[in-house]
């Protein structure tokens, strides 16, 4: 077991180093650029954004704007502003969302909410969020501002159907697809679009650098929502969070509208009132992973991903088709 999760990281390093090969020094300007937007001379401000600087991710979505500008065109000063810009929206809407969703962690470490308080966290996300519309403002591209802003609406409509979603005794996967569409997809998109944007790409190509950037988000959930149900360590929440959090994902609905059995239904209410145990939850889980949701789940990402890889074909320069297949493939294979 040892040795084949050593294998898998290294596998998923080479992922990373195939994806931005092409981009580094840009990935590094980036990198600069985000921390000293996150940058305050009060002293609790500056605490609780070094704990957001402290927690950056992998940079998936700025890795995707940077490489679908490359794909058009020269990456530019824009370009950059746009990119922090979208990190910085994203940002924002993560410590909101720990608050509204309750979330004591973030990654596997405490949340802004939980290290401070819900005050703190819904301050400092609207201070993100206005530094998001400060660099916007900055790359003066009318057509990248009205793109932000629409995503911002987006995410939050996305928020409140997810809340309806758990009032909601439905178990409905296309209620499900319509969540992502306006959260994860909807931001994975944008970074796509936007990076073409910012290097004056045809307005085809721009739609068709979202599509492909709205597919990644589509996949990028899916398999966020796999982890639910992993025994697996090294993933950023416990499993059954989603299930913790009211919410039921694709695994379980499957899994639970291919089968007539009503403990495992009456589970389900359990969920979305919140009013679940641990215990109970891990049979839920169980009882998903036996009746097909993970390999649904899988069989999803797999069709959704044949499509991604069509855009590489048509739409991609031979020299950056590599660091966009790995990007595909390392949203698929991830483990974290």
Same mark, same amino acid.
Do not use: W
């Given at each position: 077991?040892?040795?084949?999760?050593?294998?898998?990281?290294?596998?998923?390093?080479?992922?990373?180093?195939?994806?931005?090969?092409?981009?580094?020094?840009?990935?590094?300007?980036?990198?600069?650029?985000? @921390?000293?937007?996150?940058?305050?001379?009060?002293?609790?401000?500056?605490?609780?954004?070094?704990?957001?600087?402290?927690?950056?991710?992998?940079?998936? =979505?700025?890795?995707?704007?940077?490489?679908?500008?490359?794909?058009?065109?020269?990456?530019?000063?824009?370009?950059?502003? $746009?990119?922090?810009?979208?990190?910085?929206?994203?940002?924002?809407?993560? +410590? @909101?969302?720990?608050?509204?969703?309750?979330?004591?962690?973030? =990654?596997?470490?405490?949340?802004?909410?939980?290290?401070?308080?819900?005050?703190?966290?819904?301050?400092? &996300?609207?201070?993100?969020?206005? /530094?998001?519309?400060?660099?916007?403002?900055?790359? =003066?591209?009318?057509?990248?501002?009205?793109?932000?802003?629409?995503?911002?609406? /987006?995410?939050?409509?996305?928020?409140?159907?997810?809340?309806?979603?758990?009032?909601?005794? +439905?178990?409905?996967?296309?209620?499900?697809?319509?969540?992502?569409?306006? #959260?994860?997809?909807?931001?994975?998109?944008?970074?796509?679009?936007?990076?073409?944007?910012?290097?004056?790409?045809?307005?085809?190509?721009?739609?068709?650098?979202?599509?492909?950037?709205?597919?990644?988000?589509?996949?990028?959930?899916?398999?966020?929502?796999?982890?639910?149900?992993?025994?697996?360590?090294?993933? &950023?929440? !416990?499993?059954?969070?989603?299930?913790?959090?009211?919410?039921?994902? *694709?695994?379980?609905?499957?899994? *639970?509208?291919?089968?007539?059995?009503?403990?495992?239904? $009456?589970?389900?209410? #359990?969920?979305?009132?919140?009013?679940?145990? *641990?215990?109970?939850?891990?049979?839920? +889980?169980?009882?998903?992973?036996?009746?097909?949701?993970?390999?649904?789940?899988?069989? #999803?990402?797999?069709?959704?991903? =044949?499509?991604?890889?069509?855009?590489?074909?048509? @739409?991609?320069? !031979?020299?950056?088709?590599?660091?966009?297949?790995?990007?595909?493939?390392?949203?698929?294979?991830?483990?974290?």
């Amino acid at each position: 077991m040892f040795f084949s999760n050593f294998v898998s990281k290294i596998k998923i390093m080479d992922y990373i180093s195939t994806i931005i090969q092409p981009i580094e020094a840009d990935l590094e300007e980036f990198k600069r650029r985000f @921390h000293n937007s996150l940058a305050h001379s009060n002293g609790l401000l500056q605490s609780a954004l070094d704990h957001i600087r402290s927690r950056a991710g992998k940079q998936m =979505r700025p890795m995707l704007t940077l490489l679908t500008a490359k794909n058009y065109g020269q990456i530019s000063d824009m370009t950059h502003y $746009a990119t922090v810009a979208l990190e910085l929206l994203h940002t924002a809407s993560l +410590v @909101h969302d720990d608050v509204v969703d309750e979330s004591s962690e973030r =990654r596997g470490l405490p949340s802004m909410n939980a290290a401070y308080n819900n005050k703190v966290a819904v301050l400092v &996300g609207d201070y993100v969020l206005s /530094t998001c519309l400060l660099n916007a403002s900055i790359a =003066r591209n009318h057509q990248i501002m009205y793109t932000l802003s629409q995503l911002g609406q /987006t995410l939050a409509a996305g928020e409140i159907l997810q809340l309806q979603n758990i009032e909601s005794d +439905v178990l409905s996967e296309d209620v499900y697809y319509q969540v992502i569409h306006q #959260k994860t997809a909807a931001l994975f998109g944008a970074c796509s679009a936007i990076g073409a944007m910012s290097v004056d790409a045809p307005e085809n190509e721009v739609e068709a650098a979202k599509k492909f950037g709205h597919d990644i988000g589509m996949i990028f959930q899916i398999r966020d929502d796999i982890f639910d149900y992993s025994n697996s360590h090294e993933i &950023g929440k !416990p499993t059954g969070n989603d299930m913790i959090e009211g919410k039921l994902t *694709l695994p379980a609905i499957y899994a *639970l509208n291919h089968t007539d059995f009503e403990p495992m239904k $009456a589970l389900a209410r #359990k969920v979305k009132a919140r009013s679940i145990n *641990l215990d109970e939850i891990a049979v839920l +889980v169980e009882f998903t992973k036996r009746n097909g949701g993970i390999e649904y789940a899988q069989q #999803k990402m797999d069709e959704i991903a =044949r499509d991604a890889h069509r855009y590489i074909e048509d @739409h991609v320069k !031979p020299e950056l088709q590599e660091s966009f297949s790995a990007y595909v493939d390392f949203v698929i294979q991830r483990r974290s």
